[in-house]
């Protein structure tokens, strides 16, 4: 294949999907009970150099609460899909979890503005970054899930993104267009917040799903951390509903409000104040280690986390204002 | 003795091929007879996923189509045919159980068609379906076919599906899934496994009944013969009492 | 691109995405009523000559009554996806519909047997023939939808079956590893059957979803025929469930019982008895043409086929078969 | 006359530019303003598509994220990421509107670095998010945008996502899906289009208050100026009513 271009960004994961499948080969297929305190969850399957994704969109079904556990184990030298990363990202940042990412939309939080813990820690040379676009990771974990090692993409094409890319641009064989190859991502580890799941890991979720069938599938380990566990019974029932199968899943974990401060579609809506006061403190690095202590440090858990920020209280006001009442 | 059909030895052989706790891609027939009988018997946690994307269903009855609504009954998921074959091509599958109008030694087979001309053929037959999917992607073929010379041949007429294509490292080199290839052959005479090397065909077990030499004289190229040759296990009491009256009652599949 | 092999079969339609675009691009986006009749919408959107692809699984969530139309209205010279076609293509060889064809999985019945019709027309020699999986037809299909002239599949390699295809072998620039690139497929008209849908094209459906979502979306013009049509409401109640989105739709037929005499998941089983009758018939060509007069040409829709063949009652107890009552 | 600030005038010409009956790709903020009025007013068939999955939401209020559960409230689908950006890469989509830290002549944007080294930038900014996939893929490409020197540059320091790229046919030559690419800029100054020869940077219309002159002293390369450039016209008193009564009533984005 005669590779007209290609990026020199580094491929931080090998692609091959001959390496994958004997990965997933030893992946065990029994419906074996999953359940797990998230604690354990991520001692046994989140370890230090690890290449992580997380699921959602930043700040939106995102599971904040396995971030702040990461954080709080002090994992470190991760690899970081950059997908949509927002209120995921700055947490991790926070830890100085990883030391490489793939780039398609970082430090930011969209319309409320940019982290400076995210932005200092990217601009201090301390990270590899390879650049991409959001569908340009999409499609590489696309590539991951169906076990080839890329798939072609028209986008890029043109641009530095693509210069500091791991990307290749090759001519089509059968219309002769130049193509933009997507090398295939396996992440180590991802980890997917959703509504409903029973103890085996079929997992279910309503609203966008971004791109987290792909990524449970393309990724080597999975953990679910669910709103809520239910029967498997409720998911035989209506297996149209599943989104992710057992097979891909190596934990379960009952993480009610886990994505708070984030959205969960249908549940509650992002606590805006509290995002503000993140961005707001990490302007003065005291400051906002205090608020780390606070709020990850001294935390046994999630629970602590909400309810030093407003509790049952806020729990029904973020409730009210996601059903817009 | 318990009397049994040549259909209910084949799906007992195969079931006893099938690991607890692996999974498998079937169609319909005695292969999907064959999963139930190994779900109800030695492998309780196997896991029988169907391409049109019925992801671990537990089976009423056998299927009529392999998308048919017995196909994700109380599954796990129903999915999409992407699903199930992304799910095979990442290596998540252990097993895939095939069949065909023609099989060659080194376990390629046909379903496409019977003559020499594509345009024109004698016989003209479904085609792969899912079945070169499978057996690309799938870690172990399976194969399940009553035995005789005008099936068991020496050439193809078409090589709708691989096996070990030429033998040899030949299917490594032709690009598929790395470690692949087929794995057991069951018949109404014996089961075969393929000589490491060689890749050819070879008698590993020979059912109740019948000698080497009968097998081979059903067979249209020479077969080897393992050193260890055994005689099947006939099936057994409660095996056909599952078989008949839990996974096939109506006798779809051990009626024909 | 170095082409290492490829399949001498034919390709039937063009893969370029610039070109698909250009359609798309004219295609309307308006929230339109696209409710008629399905005689109406095969006269407008099927024409002869076209590319043809049915939804569904052969005889399952397949819209059988849009195959009994096409044959009544006596279209000729269609391409058609052999796709998991089981009765569907029973009924356009019947008619002798199409020319050319892709074949993946053509003439049989599954366990029922196989289509003397079916059998007799595809080896007269007037019909083209390209080979393929079906698993190969999903990825052309997955290739169009995502607006790119191919996509890599790891199948093929090895056997006739790609000697006559038309897809391409060649090496990957990532890993050296040889893969099969199959090219886009963009129908000119796909048919799709579900359960419900609103009068804009909004489709949803229950149970697998086969190949019908990238179908939707590669086809340049999409007709659905639906068991039910539902309020738009209730479509913007629950998102989540819409499985095809309005603007791929140009045409919406009310036709409950449409898939009879196949199985619609959750509604009917398949009606095994008028199946075998089809099989029978067939190998007396007298027979069947009297059988079609009948069943088809006679019928002035697909409520006097199935009142031909038992009717309500028969429908009672294809309910209670698909229940296990 | 009614007043009105620059950025209720961006969002208003932003809105005319759509056509009723289109698709748009977006994001939050301003272009997002200028979707929902155009709803509002002169597009009530506009369809919104947000890149994380929300396909024709019916927007209650101004998502604070384009993802967010308003993004897919009462819409015609929540789908995925793939979804959207199949949609856009298919044709389906008529226009996206993007902004950036820096622009060129040629409508380049970049969102991705201030200063010369990757590695060690003067500022780190987001990347490319969504842009550079709904730049390569919708049909018009749309730049909301408040106009200086420092934004308005004659070299980005980092192309993020295409427009014109070097100006000419080399658009059309990087291998970008044919004939789509920038179509208009709005600013607080004036609204721009490319000439069709050289793609280059071109005023159409200026904004009530500022002349030719205020256009370019603001801009860090050289402008052009069609010969038909005519005032811009202001923000009617029924937009704006609109603007501030519905679209945005909590000046999220118009009270910056």
Known sequence: MNVLEQGHGKLFMDPDPDNAREFFRKKKRKMDNKVMDLKTAVEKFVNDGDYLAIGGFGANRTPVSACHEIVRQGRKNMGFAGHTSTHDMEILSAGKVYNRIDVAYVVGLEARGLSTCSRQYLESGHVEITEWSNYSLTARLKAAAMGVPYIPVRNLMGTDTLKYSAAKIADCPFTGKKLTLMPALYPDIAIIHVHEADIYGNARFKGIAVSDIDLANAAKRVIITTERLISHDEITRDPSSTRIPYYVVDAVCEEPFGAYPGTMPYEYFSDEEHLKEWLEVEKDSEKFQVFLKKNIYDCKDHEEYISRNGGAKKRRELRAKEMLL | ???????????????????????????????????????????????????????????????????????????????????????????????????????????????????????????????????????????????????????????????????????????????????????????????????????????????????????QDNCGFELLCAETAEKTHPPSMGELKILREEVDPYRYVIGR
């Open chain 2, 1 to 215: 003795m318990t009397e049994y059909s040549a259909i209910e030895m084949m799906i007992c052989v195969a079931a006893r091929e099938l690991e607890n706790g692996s999974t498998v891609g079937v169609g319909t027939g005695a292969p999907c007879a064959a999963a139930m009988l190994a779900q109800k018997t030695t492998a309780k946690d196997l896991s029988i996923l169907f391409e049109a994307g019925g992801i671990s269903p537990q089976l009423p009855e056998m299927p009529i189509s392999v998308g048919d609504s017995r196909t994700f009954y109380k599954a796990a998921m129903a999915g999409s045919m992407g699903d199930t074959m992304e799910a095979c091509s990442r290596g998540f599958v252990d097993y895939t159980f095939l069949g065909g109008a023609q099989i060659d030694k080194y376990g390629n087979l046909n379903s496409t068609i019977i003559g020499k001309e594509h345009r024109h053929p004698k016989v003209r037959l479904p085609g792969s379906g899912g079945a070169n999917d499978f057996a690309s992607f799938c870690w172990r073929t399976m194969i399940m076919t009553v035995q005789d010379k005008r099936r068991f041949v020496e050439k193809l007429d078409f090589m709708t599906t691989p096996g070990w294509i030429n033998g040899d490292d030949s299917r490594e080199k032709s690009g598929l899934p790395l470690n692949t290839g087929p794995y057991k052959i069951i018949t109404n005479l014996a089961l075969m496994d393929f000589e490491p090397k060689s890749k050819r065909m070879r008698v590993i077990s020979i059912h109740p009944g019948y000698t080497f030499n009968d097998v």
